[in-house]
C-alpha cells in the first residue's frame, strides 16, 4: 500500500489531474516532493496551477502519457476503456481510484476529520479548515471548493491533523480513516448507485463505525436518517439542531444580507454569542457542526467565535458574482432539491424585488429519480429558467429533460420557461431583469457561465 512519508522514489500519475480533489492530491505531492504527472481533456487554472509547481501536464489521454509512471490514480468519472487506465492494468502498474488513494493518504495523519452528508459539505469542510487554522493546529486540508483564505482548496500542514469531505458517491468515504466523523444530512441522491434511501443510510452507518471508540462522531439531530443510524455507533457523539440537539441555536436573528447571529446552548446552558459572514439558516446548522467538532478538541469558544465570523464563503456557495444595472448576480452549486430550497430560502432574507433563477440540472438519472422533488422545489422564485441537463459522466436515456421538468414546475404554480442556449437565456435576462432584482445562476455543472456573460454584456 502507498505511504506518504516513504514512497519518494515513486513517480505518480493522476488521470483526470483537473478535477478539484484530484488537483488536490496531487498538490500535497508535490509538496511532499514527489514527482507528479497528469492528464485532463482540458487546461484550466487547476492544471496551470500545478504545472508551476513542477507537474507534467498532458492535454488529452493518450496511454503514452503514463510514461515511467509507478502509480496511477483514476477519477470515478474514468472509464474502462480510458486508454492510460488501459495500459496501465497492462503494465500490471499499482492502481488507485481517487478515494482509495486519499484514503492512504489520510492513513498517515491520526487527527482525521471527515464531512460527510448529502448537502453542506464543502462550506462545513471549510468553515472546521478555518477553526483548525485559527487554533494553530497545523491542519493539512482538501476542501471541494476553492476559499480565499487557502487561494486555493488545499492546504500541506505538519501536524496529525487531517480535514477533508467525505462523499458518499459509490460509498468512497468508506476508504477513509477518520478520527472525527461529522454527518449533516442523510437524504436520497446518487440513486444511479444506491438502490433506495435504506442502501444509503447502510453506508453512513459503515462510514460511521470506522471512527474509533475514542474518536467523534456528529451529527444533526433533526434528521431522522442520521439519528436512526447513532443508535448503533459506539464512539463519543455530539448531536446538534434548532430544535432538539446537544448543540442547540437560539434567539436567531439575521441581517440585511440575511447572515446569522445566533446564541448556542450546549445542553440548556449558554456556549457563546455567534455570528456569520455567509447568509442562511443551512449555514446555522453548518456552523453548529463545525462548533461541536472545536468543543471536542477542545478550541476555545472565542477562537471557534473569530473564526465562523471570519469566514466569508466558498467559491459557487451563494458566491456574490457581481452587480450590474443594479441588479445582484449570485451563483450557487445546488443541484439537490434540499439544497435548491435552502438556497431559495436564504435568497429570501437577501435584498431583492423579484429572485430570479437560472437551473441547469445535474445528472439525468438525479433529474429523473428525484423528479417530483425537483418541481415543488422552486417555490419563492418569482421566475425560474431551466436550460438543458448537465450530463456529467451519464448518457441521455431519453426519460427525462428540462422542458418536462419546466411543464411540472409550472404546474405547481412557479412561473417558469425553459432555453436550451445559453446566449438565449442571457438575452432573456437583459429584457427581463430590473434594478433591485437578485439572479441566481443554480446547479453544479457549467451553469456559472451564464451569470458572468450576463456581467460582461
Known amino acids: 500500500m502507498f505511504d506518504l512519508e516513504r514512497d519518494f522514489d515513486k513517480k505518480v500519475h493522476f488521470i483526470g489531474i483537473g478535477g478539484i480533489s484530484m488537483s488536490a492530491l496531487a498538490e500535497i505531492l508535490l509538496e511532499y516532493g514527489y514527482k507528479v504527472s497528469g492528464s485532463d481533456r482540458a487546461k484550466s487554472h487547476l492544471t496551470d496551477k500545478l504545472q508551476a509547481m513542477g507537474a507534467k501536464i498532458f492535454i488529452g489521454h493518450d496511454a503514452k502519457n503514463i510514461e515511467d509512471a509507478d502509480i496511477v490514480v483514476y ?56 477553526m483548525l487554522l485559527r487554533a494553530n493546529l497545523d491542519p ?33 468515504f468508506l476508504k477513509f480513516y477518520p478520527f472525527i466523523g461529522v454527518i449533516l444530512n442523510i437524504d436520497a441522491d446518487h440513486l444511479d448507485y444506491y438502490k433506495d434511501i435504506n442502501h444509503i443510510k447502510e453506508a453512513f452507518l459503515k462510514f460511521g463505525k470506522l471512527i474509533p471508540k475514542d474518536g467523534l462522531v ?61 447568509p442562511g439558516e443551512h449555514n446555522v446548522l453548518n456552523a ?48 439537490h432539491p434540499a439544497e435548491i430550497k435552502a438556497t431559495i430560502k436564504a435568497a429570501k432574507n437577501y435584498p431583492h424585488k423579484k429572485i ?10 438525479r433529474t429523473y429519480t ?21 450530463a456529467a459522466r451519464e ?39 430590473k434594478e433591485g432584482d437578485l439572479l441566481i445562476t443554480m446547479g453544479a455543472g457549467d451553469v456559472y457561465k451564464i451569470g458572468e456573460m450576463f456581467l460582461k454584456k
Not at 463545525?290 to 467565535?305: N, P, R
Not at 430570479?356 to 438519472?365: E, G
Request: one cysteine or more.
Open 75 to 130: 477519477t470515478a468519472a474514468v472509464k474502462d476503456d480510458n486508454p492510460e487506465l488501459m495500459e496501465a492494468r497492462s503494465r500490471k502498474l499499482i492502481i488507485y481510484d481517487r478515494a482509495e488513494f486519499l484514503g492512504q493518504i489520510m492513513k498517515r495523519y491520526k487527527k482525521g476529520v471527515a464531512i460527510a452528508g448529502t448537502h453542506g459539505k464543502t462550506t462545513t469542510t471549510s468553515l472546521v479548515s478555518l
Open 140 to 172: 493539512t486540508l482538501m476542501i471541494g471548493g476553492e476559499v480565499d483564505i487557502l487561494g486555493g482548496n488545499v492546504r500541506v500542514g505538519k501536524s496529525p491533523y487531517f480535514v477533508t469531505e467525505a462523499c458518499e458517491y459509490k460509498e468512497s
Open 218 to 278: 456528529v451529527g444533526y439531530a433533526e434528521d431522522k436518517n442520521v439519528i436512526e443510524i447513532f443508535k448503533d455507533l459506539e464512539c463519543n457523539k455530539l448531536t446538534y439542531g434548532i430544535n432538539r440537539g446537544d448543540f442547540q441555536a437560539v434567539e436567531i436573528r439575521y441581517d440585511e444580507k440575511g447572515c446569522a447571529s445566533f446564541k448556542v446552548n450546549l445542553n440548556d446552558k449558554l456556549y457563546g454569542d455567534f455570528k456569520l459572514s455567509i
Open 288 to 335: 453548529l457542526a463545525t462548533i461541536a467538532c472545536g468543543h471536542f478538541l477542545g478550541i476555545d469558544v472565542e477562537t471557534i467565535k473569530n473564526s465562523l465570523l471570519e469566514f466569508k464563503g466558498t467559491h459557487r456557495r451563494f458566491e456574490k458574482k457581481g452587480e450590474k444595472n443594479g441588479i445582484v448576480v449570485i451563483d450557487d452549486y445546488a443541484h
Open 356 to 365: 430570479y433563477c437560472v437551473f441547469q440540472p445535474h445528472t439525468y438519472t
Open 370 to 390: 428525484l423528479f417530483d422533488e425537483f418541481s415543488t422545489a422552486f417555490l419563492g422564485v418569482d421566475k425560474l429558467i431551466l436550460t438543458d441537463i448537465y
Open 395 to 433: 448518457k441521455d436515456t431519453g426519460l427525462v429533460n428540462s422542458k418536462m421538468l419546466s411543464d411540472a414546475v409550472v404546474k405547481h404554480g412557479v412561473d417558469s420557461i425553459y432555453i436550451k442556449d445559453f446566449d438565449e437565456i442571457v438575452n432573456y435576462l437583459e429584457g427581463e431583469l
